[in-house]
């Protein structure tokens, strides 16, 4: 989920797909990505790198914002304020400059004096939604906050959920980080309602029930295929049973050294005499979303595995560190655990762990859901890789000593009262003297 708003819009921008989708890993499940063109979307992504190219003030990361600036910088937001760093203003202010006067975000927007064309770019759920969750936590900016929610509400689908784009079919992934918006808001998703119809409504959807194949049931679908059929999609699965728990991204474990809660044992959709045929609430469908995926994580090593063409069978790196929110948020602390450790070994095998932001803060939301200190993870020093891709931290973790751009600015302040104290006392002297000389002394 941490990538795919890169992959997605590219996918879109080179008409991979009728409509736009959140995840490369959903895309090629669900059958909708084309290997027409480059030879896998990775390879198309790592072509869109800003060589010598000019990159907005304010912006975190090296490669082209064109498909994924808001939402990376969203997740560095989120990742500094998880581990107790405050974000520079530049930061903030970039991000909230990438607003457009409806509240909706687009992927990124190189001219912000132009207004948006709602027709030629039409808005973007996801990064709307993601912004909405950085703002809640960084502060200060209850506005975009509101305008955005007022927007993502707008466009509701009616079965309560959301496409990529407004109009756009639902599918679990925007329903989810949508509902995630409303959540981190301190809004309650249960009472987003379209025609009567909620997120949860909708993801239930698109939640594979008794009728599927055992190893498939309580997962969930990206969307249905042509036929109406639902794939069992782990990306899906992994965002879906966040959601379930009325958690965003930002979330923090309650269990064992994470606070006062206790580990929650997987409970598995339950498909015995007597039981419905689909979970009856949020937190049992993402209960049983949660089992499907520690399972499939368990057949792995405690990974996924991708399904981008061109990387198929491969680590799933960010889908992973995704599972491990999902899982930490749901109470299932031991398999969260086990796939973080994973991740924590894997780290030098992922080069985009070294300077994608995006992928250094996912890992970071998931060291912090976990209950750890996101700052570092087995000696790895991910606040710092982070910071190093952008504006530092007004402020680190621990520290009462303003950094960065805030630091600049208080420093002009000291010197300009400094030399307004000096001219002042010039000005003085001069009046002294002239005194004296007049007086004749």
């Not at 490369?24 to 027409?36: I, N, T």
């Not at 030399?419 to 007049?438: H, I, Q």
């Amino acid at each position: 989920m941490f990538l795919r708003r890169s992959v997605a819009a590219l996918a879109a921008a080179t008409a991979l797909c009728a409509v736009t989708a959140p995840g490369a890993s959903a895309l090629a499940s669900s059958g909708s990505a084309s290997k027409s063109g480059p030879d896998s979307l990775s390879q198309a992504l790592a072509a869109a790198t800003a060589k010598g190219k000019k990159l907005p003030n304010g912006l975190y990361g090296e490669a082209d914002p064109k498909f994924d600036g808001v939402w990376r910088q969203s997740i560095a937001l989120l990742a500094q304020d998880a581990a107790g760093a405050k974000p520079a203003a530049s930061a903030v202010d970039w991000l909230a400059g990438q607003q457009c006067a409806d509240g909706s975000f687009t992927a990124y927007r190189a001219d912000t004096g132009t207004a948006c064309d709602a027709k030629k770019t039409p808005g973007d759920t996801n990064a709307t939604a993601v912004a909405v969750q950085a703002f809640s936590a960084v502060g200060g900016r209850s506005d975009e906050v509101r305008e955005s929610l007022g927007w993502l509400r707008s466009v509701q689908n009616r079965d309560g959920g959301w496409g990529y784009n407004p109009g756009s079919p639902t599918d679990a992934n925007s329903a989810s980080v949508v509902a995630g918006a409303y959540a981190a808001a301190g809004e309650k998703p249960q009472k987003i309602r379209k025609e009567g119809k909620s997120p949860y409504d909708a993801l239930a959807g698109l939640q594979l029930g008794c009728d599927a194949e055992a190893d498939s049931r309580g997962a969930f679908a990206y969307q249905p295929d042509k036929k109406g059929k639902l794939a069992a999609n782990d990306d899906a699965t992994a965002a879906a049973a966040l959601a379930g728990t009325g958690s965003g991204l930002l979330t923090r474990s309650h269990g064992e050294d994470g606070g006062s809660g206790k580990h929650r044992p997987l409970k598995p959709l339950d498909c015995g005499k007597g039981a419905g045929e689909r979970p009856a609430t949020p937190q049992q469908s993402a209960d049983a979303g949660a089992a499907h995926l520690a399972s499939v994580l368990d057949r792995n090593g405690h990974h996924l595995k991708a399904v981008t063409p061109g990387a198929e069978g491969g680590p799933d790196y960010g889908n992973t560190a995704d599972a491990v929110i999902a899982l930490a948020a749901g109470g299932h602390h031991a398999e969260a655990k086990k796939s973080l450790n994973w991740l924590a070994g894997e780290l030098g095998s992922w080069d985009k762990s070294k300077n994608d932001p995006a992928a250094i803060g996912g890992v970071m939301l998931a060291v912090h859901a976990t209950g750890g200190d996101p700052a570092t993870l087995k000696g790895e020093k991910l606040l710092e890789r982070l910071n190093s891709t952008g504006p530092k931290p007004a402020q680190m973790p621990g520290s009462s000593k303003a950094t960065g751009s805030e630091d600049k600015d208080s420093t002009v302040l000291t010197w300009s009262l400094v030399g307004a104290g000096l001219a002042a006392g010039a000005g003085v002297g001069f009046l002294l003297s002239g005194r004296r000389k007049r007086q004749g002394l």
